[in-house]
């Protein structure tokens, strides 16, 4: 196969176009041309009267090391890379422990999934429900404004992004293409085959409940074990004799008293999993604080957005909704960052403790809703923000939560203002022209005291300059809402470069998001198929 760059067509081309194109770019005759796939697909948008559909395209053609030979030199046309994915090992040997993956979102998944379809046969144990129940619970939460700790936007099979916009691209580095392993699954568990190619795909909430249900009866048909409500409350170390400096896993206690014996235990819980960190904290595993951010949720029309991108093809339907990325670097150093943009979506009550008031983005695939919404959050560090120790960044979380949940007037509304407001530095009193989405409901007042003093200082300076490359973003009428805390962990579990194992506690995996190691559904993905990949070479060396 061939990979072609750059193939630039006009938004509303006909069906041949493509076909054509490739023919009069490779300068071959057209039966010459055996297939073609599209690999990726992305818009260029920057003359808004001549908007382009930028092709990569996969093909195949007669006789095409003389074409190569040809068109040696030009960098839009080359061989394409094998990006099949390869399994490092099969099959578990005998009198080996079963390996155990703690949680089941992304990275839990598929670090699953990697293990199952390697014959090791993996023992999945998650904390919530199923994807179906989960669901069930956090609709009654956001409709009723009853949380169930256990069983909640954080909580549950497909973890956090399953109530998310279901944003499938990441920066992250994949020179092996595991990326493309994820996508595959996802497509055969029923995504839209869309995501393999189009440059920023997503799935969206409603789809991603019936692809998680499907990848769940892949890994048990394949002899994996899939266990609900099933709360890891104790890690057994080893760390006696020998052991003493880098401890040994040798089992997990369940919720339920129950143990189970495992060398090998990887460690996907999430970012919000903080009784977990508390106890993995106690029993001595490496953990140090990171950086994260904080913020508010923002909400404009998503007509605003629409037309600000794309001018007058905003209508379009081959552009669907816009989305934006901006970052400002405020006077006084500190960086603010719009965050898990969610175009044509809605802004969700995302606790998962009591007594806290936690924002979220969601879409659905056809992000058709009436508003665009977006974090909009100042980055914070431990040596500046929250220097109080290895877990000082959840106590700053769990602040801020509590305090968002006094301000909201309780039963998990959510404190609001209007931007004008805001910037004005006013409470709110009434409702403009944005209707926010929030449920189970906001209570307009000052948040003013939701965030620190200098947080909300940046996002006063940040929302201006972002009007300067998005037109209308400091709309008086758009609402903000807080608090927005979950954006990524609070800590690492630090890990070694090469085998992925705790630093000091062998046979332990930290993976995802929750580890510190993801900041994303695809990322989370990538990330557990590589700590899958750890586990299968350790227990067949």
Not at 43 to 71: H, P
Not at 289 to 304: A, C, D
Not at 457 to 486: H, M, N, W, Y
Request: a neutral charge.
């Amino acid at each position: 196969m061939l990979r072609l760059n750059e193939l630039r067509l006009p938004l509303e081309h006909p069906e041949g176009a493509l076909r054509r194109a490739i023919i009069n770019r490779l300068g071959i005759p057209s039966e010459d041309l055996v297939r073609f796939e599209i690999f990726r697909r992305s818009i260029d948008a920057r003359k808004r009267d001549a908007m382009l559909f930028v092709y990569t395209m996969n093909v195949e053609v007669r006789n095409q090391s003389g074409l190569l030979a040809r068109v040696k030199g030009d960098r839009r046309i080359s061989q394409a890379p094998d990006t099949s994915y390869k399994f490092v090992a099969n099959g578990l040997p005998p009198h080996a422990s079963r390996p155990v993956v703690i949680g089941m979102g992304p990275a839990g998944l598929f670090a699953g999934l990697i293990l199952a379809q390697s014959g090791f046969r993996p023992i999945i144990l998650e904390r919530g429900k199923a994807v179906r129940e989960r669901t069930k619970d956090t609709f009654h939460m956001w409709q009723n404004g009853v949380l169930d700790p256990e069983s909640n936007t954080q909580f549950g099979e497909g973890g956090a992004g399953t109530f998310s916009d279901g944003k499938l691209y990441s920066q992250v580095k994949d020179p092996k293409h595991y990326g493309r392993k994820v996508l595959d699954e996802f497509v055969q568990a029923g995504a839209p085959e869309e995501i393999l190619f189009v440059n920023r795909p997503h799935i969206g909430t409603f789809r991603l409940v019936g692809v998680v249900e499907k990848m769940r009866a892949k890994i048990i048909e394949l002899g994996g074990e899939v266990r609900f409500e099933s709360r890891v409350d104790d890690i057994k170390i080893d760390r006696e004799g020998a052991n003493a400096m880098r401890g040994r896993v040798t089992g997990i206690t369940l919720a339920s008293g129950e143990q189970i014996a495992t060398n090998h235990a990887i460690l996907a819980v999430g970012h919000s999993a903080r009784d977990t960190f508390e106890m993995l904290d106690s029993r001595g595993v490496h953990i140090e604080p990171k950086p994260f951010s904080i913020g508010f949720r923002i909400e404009h029309p998503q007509s605003l957005i629409n037309e600000c991108r794309f001018g007058e093809k905003a209508s379009n339907p081959l552009l669907g909704a816009a989305d934006y990325q901006l970052v400002h670097h405020t006077s006084t150093g500190r960086s603010v960052y719009t965050f898990c943009m969610c175009p044509g979506g809605t802004v969700v009550a995302a606790a998962s403790e009591a007594g806290r008031v936690v924002t979220n983005g969601m879409s659905q695939y056809s992000r058709n809703e009436r508003n665009a919404n977006a974090g909009i959050v100042v980055g914070i560090t431990p040596e500046v923000d929250f220097p109080g120790g290895r877990l000082a960044g959840i106590e700053l979380q769990r602040f801020w939560e509590s305090r968002a949940f006094e301000l909201g007037g309780g039963g998990y509304k959510a404190p609001a203002q209007l931007v004008g407001d805001f910037l004005a530095g006013r409470p709110s009193t009434a409702l403009g022209t944005v209707q926010p989405s929030y449920t189970p409901g906001i209570h307009l007042c000052d948040l003013s005291t939701a965030l620190p003093e200098y947080a909300v200082a940046a996002i006063r300076e940040a929302i201006p300059a972002f009007a300067r490359q998005v037109k209308g973003f400091d709309l008086a009428d758009a609402v903000l809402t807080a608090v927005e805390s979950r954006t990524s962990s609070p800590i690492r579990i630090t890990r070694g470069e090469f085998d992925l194992q705790s630093l000091n506690t062998r046979g332990l995996y930290p993976a995802g998001e929750g580890a510190g190691y993801a900041g994303g559904i695809l990322s989370a993905a990538i990330d557990g198929v590589r700590i899958a990949e750890a586990v299968a070479i350790s227990l067949t060396a």
